[in-house]
C-alpha cells in the first residue's frame, strides 16, 4: 500500500472512532430510506440540524414516501418550509417527488449522476444518497468538506473552494471506502466542531499530526 493511501486510510479511522464518542445524533442518520435522507437534506439547506428535527420527524410522519408526498396541497408544504425559512424551496419537495414517480418509477436510481437530475438534489444531495442510502462512494463536497480537505492536504485552492477539480477530485479518493456512510458523518461532524470556518481546534484536533496545514504551520 502506498504512503498516501496509507495516512487515508488512518485518517479515516480516526475519524470514525473519534465520530463515534464525539458524534451528533439525528433521526436521518438511522436510515438508509433515500426518500428520508433527501427530504432532510432539503430542511438543512443553511438551517441549524437541531432546528430541524422536530419538523422532519413530522413531516416523515405526514408524507412517509415519494406517493404521499406527490399527493401533497403546496400549503401543507410550505407550512413546513416557512417555519425553517426556507420559503421559495417548497417546491423542490413536490417536483422532486413527481419527478422520481415519472421517471423512476417511484424509485430512487443509486447512481449520483442520475440523482443529481431530479429537481432541488443538486451535485451534493446526490452524492450523499449514494453514500448513506446505497454505501456507493461520491465525490461528495460541501464548504466544510472543502475547507477541511484543502487544508488537510494543502490543496492550495481559493475562491469557490468547493467546485474546484482538486478538491472533488480529493473528495472521490477520500470518501471511496466500504464505510464511506460512516465517514461522511465523521467529517460532517468533525468539520462542525474542530476543523471549522473560524476558530480552528488544531491543539486538539486528533488528525494534526497528519495535518499539512497545521504541520506546515508549526514549521513554516
Ligand atoms: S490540525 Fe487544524 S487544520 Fe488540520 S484537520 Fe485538525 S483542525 Fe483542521
Redesign the pocket.
Known sequence: MSECKDKINTIRKKLINWYKKNGRDFPWRHTSDSYKIMIAEFMLHRTRAEQVVPVYNDFIQRFPNVFALSKAKTEEIQKYTETLGLHWRYKHFIESATYILENFNGNFPDDYRLLSTIPGIGEYISCAISIISYKKPAPVVDSNIAR?LN??FNLGANGEIRRKKLIVKKSEEFFNTRNCDELLFSTIDFCAF??KPGK???EE?I??IF?E??LLKANP
Do not use: T
Open positions: 477541511f487544508r488537510f474542530i476543523c480552528l481546534l488544531c484536533c488528525l494534526n495535518c496545514y497545521y
